[in-house]
Each structure stands twice: as structure tokens, then as C-alpha cells.
Nanobody, 115 residues
Framework: QVQLAESGGGLVQPGGSLRLSCGASESIVRLNVMGWYRQAPGNQRELVATITSGGVTTYADSVKGRFTISRDNAKNTVYLQMNSLKTEDTAVYYC?????????WGQGTQVTVSS
């Protein structure tokens, strides 16, 4: 089993930036896809961004141009750089990974965007 641990969440003003990190307990080179999800109170969990083992990325329309997902296989870590943050980005952000599906999840890190 792969264990994931998110970090980097916190409180930031609108227009600010945060970088989330997700460290894995083992090498991530075998994991076909890694992704970031988020869930705001009262809302369903939303897929924010993904990155494949080949480096192909996808983004939710709501974050395109503002968020960047990346992975560092040597450090067993995936990142989510979040710029130009909006209040609607407020949510608990989860890291997830797997080979054929998202089988492993982190515990989440809170991101709050507020004036």
C-alpha cells in the first residue's frame, strides 16, 4: 500500500499563492497517475488536476491558468502550485494516486482563501 501525506495548506488572501506537497511512502515511478482533489463543505469532491507518469497534465476548467501540478520522482513527491487564489478555491485538498485508478489517498490539507 502507498501512504500519502499532504502539506502546505493554510490561510491566504485572494490573489495569493500556496504550494501543496504530497509525499509518498515509496517510489512513485510505478504510479501511472497522481492527482489532486478538493472538497468544500457541502460540495462533492472535485478533481482539480492530474499528472501521468509521462508528464501529461489535466486541469479542471476552474483552475486552468492558475494551478500547476508537477511531480518529482526522485523525491517521491507531487506538487500543486496554486496562484491567483480565489475564495472559491477554499476546500480540503487531497492527494490521490494509483496505477489504474485512484486507490490511495492522503488525509487532506485545508486551504482557506479569505480577506
Amino acid at each position: 500500500q502507498v501512504q500519502l501525506a499532504e502539506s502546505g495548506g493554510g490561510l491566504v488572501q485572494p490573489g495569493g499563492s500556496l504550494r501543496l506537497s504530497c509525499g509518498a511512502s515509496e517510489s512513485i515511478v510505478r504510479l501511472n497517475v497522481m492527482g489532486w482533489y478538493r472538497q468544500a463543505p457541502g460540495n462533492q469532491r472535485e478533481l482539480v488536476a492530474t499528472i501521468t507518469s509521462g508528464g501529461v497534465t489535466t486541469y479542471a476548467d476552474s483552475v486552468k491558468g492558475r494551478f500547476t501540478i508537477s511531480r518529482d520522482n526522485a523525491k517521491n513527491t507531487v506538487y500543486l502550485q496554486m496562484n491567483s487564489l480565489k475564495t472559491e478555491d477554499t476546500a480540503v485538498y487531497y492527494c490521490a494516486t494509483g496505477i489504474g485508478s485512484y486507490d490511495y489517498w492522503g488525509q487532506g490539507t485545508q486551504v482557506t482563501v479569505s480577506s
